[in-house]
């Protein structure tokens, strides 16, 4: 309503100057300048305040995202590190810890190669063939996650805690299990948090407003996340200009 009127403000104020050059008497005349002079500085301070405060909520939801961001690509990279040990996604924060604390996984390394294919050489009259083959070098013997993860950090202690939330025990949601893909079940995990939940004390109206965006360059849908219950899919719903990587 507010942008409505802005927009309609200059066209009003044309209307209004129209009327008093034929129509008003002279007497009458300084007095409703004096108001439309007033009106005109009120219509402006608002017009300012509206970018303005449209410019603010920008900045500030930015660098909350990006903090939101780094915990929700650590959960990410925990929970690969424990599909890779277990076979499948954690939906338990107090597990998930657990795992990062005492579990370990072999470093390998995936590298092509080629090999003498007897079969086929044999088949060809003792004309050398050969195949592609995969090599899975052991780059390093059992080492802990935690150590490959976050070294001497212990930030994994509290991924779980939402950012700049109300309430400092709020925690991003989380969910694992599996999904059918050609009768084979994949495993997959969600982690989310609503974005009203990060931007509380932010403006109502601008809340609303970012919850329906829907660009290249925005972060779609209400809420900010990472991975899919509903496809395979291991990646944050939000653009690169908040992250290299997805």
Do not use: C
């Not at 931007?199 to 809420?223: A, C, F, H, P, R």
């Amino acid at each position: 309503m507010m942008k409505v009127l802005l927009f309609l403000s200059p066209f009003i104020a044309i209307g209004i100057v129209y009327y008093i050059k034929t129509r008003m008497q002279d007497k009458h005349r300084p007095y409703v300048l004096g108001s439309l002079w007033f009106l005109i500085v009120i219509f402006a301070l608002l017009l300012f305040t509206s970018i303005y405060d449209e410019i603010k909520f920008d900045e500030v939801k930015n660098s909350r995202y990006q903090v939101t961001i780094k915990k929700l690509k650590d959960i990410r990279d925990t929970q690969l590190a424990h599909r890779s040990v277990k076979g499948e996604f954690q939906s338990n924060w107090d597990s998930l810890v657990k795992f990062v604390e005492i579990d370990s996984f072999i470093i390998t390394q995936r590298r092509d190669s080629s090999v003498l294919d007897k079969e086929l050489t044999k088949r060809y009259g003792g004309v050398k063939t050969y195949k592609d083959i995969v090599i899975i070098d052991t780059i390093l013997p059992y080492i802990s996650v935690k150590d490959s993860l976050f070294g001497s950090d212990n930030r994994y202690k509290t991924m779980m805690y939402v950012p700049y939330s109300k309430n400092d025990n709020t925690k991003f949601e989380l969910n694992a299990g599996f999904l059918d893909q050609n009768g084979i079940d994949i495993p997959v995990f969600e982690a989310l948090v609503k974005k009203r939940v990060i931007l509380y004390d932010q403006s109502l109206n601008l809340v609303l407003k970012e919850n329906q965006v829907q660009s290249v360059d925005g972060v779609n849908g209400s809420s900010l996340k990472i991975g899919s219950m509903n496809e395979v899919n291991t990646n944050g719903n939000w653009p690169k200009n908040y992250s290299k990587d997805k």
